[in-house]
């Protein structure tokens, strides 16, 4: 850590009010040069000790930059992990709304649902399918808070690595009924395909995902509780959304997720 807890929380109100408001801020990184990853993880903890204060629930976490697909895209080559909050999922086929959000862009992803903890470093995917209850396809509407979603690895952990809303849909899978390597993901956005791809894009195996995730805990001396929802990273790209869009992500022997912005 480089940044005294006054910093950090300085910084949590910066990203906060933007997150609120649905405004834009100058990178973190602009202000304080030396700024570490550690620091930024301060500042979601700092921000996530605020949502619960003001009665919000964490339901789990997500892992992003994932795939090439999204390192290519951000032009960051290095996994960055966020907290999601029940405030942030929305109902399948519901209406999100586009005056609250800045710039979003829509990922579809495959969700884990945990029923054993998870922790430590070296877990095999076969140890984190074992610890699974279900999966299930979900699309994640991202949102930096940066000016045109430019940002550097410190600044997008900073915010939360850019989560606003999550959607969940499909079916709740077993993860013995399909084959979480291979599984084969459309979006389309007015019923037009924008990309596609196949699970193993992620880490060639989502699973590693959330290893990563679980090790990142580790070294902050906390694990992966039972009963979580993690979201692995988009498998392709992220796709760019205006007003009236609608999304549909099919996924392979999974079922589809949709829904639409106002
Ligand atoms: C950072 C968050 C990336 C994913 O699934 O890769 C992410 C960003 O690209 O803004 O959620
Ligand atoms: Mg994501």
Redesign the pocket.
Known sequence: MSLDTKSISAIADRIQYAQDNAQTLNKVTDEHPAMTVDDSYAVQDELCRRWIARGDRVVGL?A????KA?MDQ?GVNVP?FGIQMASMACAENSVIEMDKLIHPRV?A?IAFVLKDELKGTGLTIEQVLAATDYVIPAL?V?D?RYEK?KFDLVS?IADN??SARYVTGGRPLDHHAIDLRTTGVVIEKNGEIQALAASAAVLNHPANAIIMLVEHLAARGQTLPAGSFV?T??ITE?IPVASGDNITARFQNMGSVSFRFN
Do not use: H, R
């Open positions: 997500k992003g930059l994932t795939s999204k951000m960055c990922e992803e994640e991202i930096s979603f997008v690595s850019s979201m990273g988009g992220a």
